[in-house]
């Protein structure tokens, strides 16, 4: 079965590079949720909306990955 795989963002990319653990926390997560995450960050009509959101996301996976 071929694993379908989310296309990151160079932005978000280099967000996940910065941060081990965000970056881990990601792969873990099922490829809907992968999607639902970019959608999110490329959903942003503003470029400080995106790397506000970036930021939130990678935030957010760092706490989930503590759990």
Same mark, same amino acid.
């Given at each position: ?5 989310? $296309?990151?963002?160079?932005?978000? =990319?280099?967000?996940?590079?910065? /941060?081990?653990a ?6 873990r ?6 999607? $639902?995450?970019?959608?999110?960050? /490329?959903?942003? =009509?503003?470029? $400080? ?19």
């Amino acid at each position: 079965e071929d694993e379908r795989v989310v $296309e990151l963002p160079d932005d978000l =990319k280099r967000a996940l590079e910065q /941060n081990p653990a965000a970056k881990a926390r990601y792969a873990r997560l099922s490829y809907s949720h992968q999607r $639902e995450y970019v959608r999110w960050i /490329n959903d942003a =009509k503003r470029p $400080e909306t995106r790397v506000r959101r970036i930021d939130k996301m990678v935030q957010m996976l760092v706490e989930d990955s503590t759990r």
